[in-house]
């Protein structure tokens, strides 16, 4: 099978939400930590809308100041760099070595489709069970999801390499609504049972740990239609 199956990291792949409270409760209360990590979720988008695209690091750092600035947090000097600082130790969920392993046995090239530095998503791969065939980031494309630049990006990179494409990913705002725009196979994985129209999706799976069923369906369904 010549088929790719593309993910977004981090939230699907990587607990950044773990993440980012582990790098956050030496600096603040617990209670602020939480605080600042939904305070970014919502900020977020702003900075990466910005033009010319910043590095991620960068909107990491701008966007937790802009949350410390708003909930009345007190970082530390050099604080707004504590998420890029710790990137590296964020957590893989336990159910990706299985799911990514079955994939690999059943014939399937995976890549990620990142809102990342290089730099970054390198650091994170070195902790991921599985190798990867392509990687794109919004530091190759110069812009973020949702824009569609990193989908683009893929297909013109694999363009005469695949059979089919399916997309896995977390985070409805950045990759399942876009990529449905663009008319992929898409699994969304709701891993925070967000409430968010499931209908955007090909297949909603709560985890990982149906994956490889999930992806099989998602394809035939492409072949179908």
């Given at each position: ?109 995976l890549g ?40 683009r990006r ?72």
């Amino acid at each position: 099978m010549a088929g790719w199956v593309t993910f977004d990291c981090y939230g699907t792949l990587a607990d950044w939400l773990g993440g980012m409270r582990a790098a956050l409760v030496p600096l603040v209360e617990r209670d602020d930590a939480d605080r600042l990590v939904a305070a970014y979720h919502e900020l977020e988008a702003g900075v990466e809308a910005q033009r010319p695209a910043p590095l991620y690091r960068d909107v990491l750092a701008e966007t937790l100041r802009r949350a410390a600035a708003r909930e009345g947090v007190q970082l530390p000097p050099g604080g707004e760099h504590a998420l890029s600082v710790a990137w590296d130790r964020m957590p893989i969920f336990e159910d990706v070595g299985p799911a990514l392993g079955a994939l690999r046995e059943a014939g399937w090239r995976l890549g990620i489709l990142s809102n990342c530095d290089d730099d970054l998503l390198a650091g994170t791969l070195r902790s991921l069970p599985a190798r990867f065939d392509l990687t794109v980031t919004a530091e190759q494309v110069g812009s973020y999801k949702p824009s569609h630049g990193h989908w683009r990006r893929f297909a013109e990179l694999t363009e005469g390499r695949r059979e089919c494409w399916v997309h896995v990913a977390q985070s409805w705002f950045h990759d399942i609504a876009p990529a449905a725009e663009l008319e992929l196979p898409r699994i969304w994985v709701d891993r925070l049972d967000s409430g968010e129209d499931p209908a955007h999706a090909t297949l909603r799976v709560p985890d990982l740990r149906g994956l490889p069923e999930a992806v099989g369906s998602a394809a035939a369904s492409e072949s179908a239609s």
